[in-house]
């Protein structure tokens, strides 16, 4: 019996988190299979592939977070769910009392409970956040090209500045996103201290990129 169904009402149009969510979702159901197998002997190598994966998913998520200028409250909040629920499986895990099979089913619809809240609330709510911004931002590149009609010459080539400075600490903040997907999702092993190390260099650098932004906006 699967546990956990996927549907359509779960999809954040972002790929990698969709394909990630995806993954977690059929080693929920990998877990529901050796329960009722009585694969006892299986329990602790499911639960550790659950809790790499959660872990990894979740770094993935907070780099996206913090890359995409989502606000810091709803950042902080998010980070906290991400590390309650790290404790809990991490709890469960080192417990090695969960051989009693009434035990292991209320993890199971604890697990289950947790995603789909998390998922259609928590996660959605930064997925909105992340297609707002697209829309936005194309929306100011249209503003900036139509306003271009009508300057003086002088205006024109304040205008040209302010957006050639724009393009290129937007260029910094792409690039510096390409890293931390560079080390989230490329092929090749990083040890964890290069993958660390990577992404909180780019994290850093988009931060500062960010700040000089809302500074440069705010002189317009
Ligand atoms: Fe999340």
């Known amino acids: 019996m699967t546990v956990f169904v996927w549907s359509s009402q779960f999809e954040l149009k972002i790929k990698v988190i969709d394909e990630q969510h995806k993954v977690l979702v059929a080693l929920i159901n990998d877990l529901e299979k050796v329960i009722a197998k009585k694969k006892t002997a299986q329990y602790s190598s499911v639960f550790s592939n659950l809790i790499k994966y959660t872990r990894y998913h979740f770094i993935t998520e907070e780099a996206l977070m913090l890359a995409s200028g989502f606000p810091l409250s709803d950042v902080n909040a998010h980070i906290k769910q991400h590390k309650q629920f790290i404790e809990e499986l991490d709890s469960v895990c080192s417990d090695e009392s969960y051989v009693s099979e009434g035990d292991l089913n209320v993890i199971l619809s604890f697990l289950t409970n947790w ?61 510096a996103e390409e890293d931390i997907k560079n080390v989230l999702f490329c092929e090749q092993q990083f040890s964890p201290d290069t993958h660390q190390q990577t992404i909180e260099k780019a994290l850093k650098k988009i931060s500062m990129v960010r700040k000089a932004i809302g500074r440069l906006s705010l002189s317009q």
Do not use: P
Request: proline share 0%.
């Open 115 to 175: 995603l789909t809240n998390h998922i259609c609330k928590v996660d959605r709510k930064l997925a909105t956040h992340i297609h707002d911004e697209n829309e936005i931002f194309s929306r100011w590149e249209e503003k900036q090209h139509a306003k271009e009609s009508g300057r003086t010459q002088h205006q024109l080539a304040i205008e040209i500045d302010y957006k050639s400075l724009m393009g290129y600490f937007h260029e910094i903040i792409r690039h």
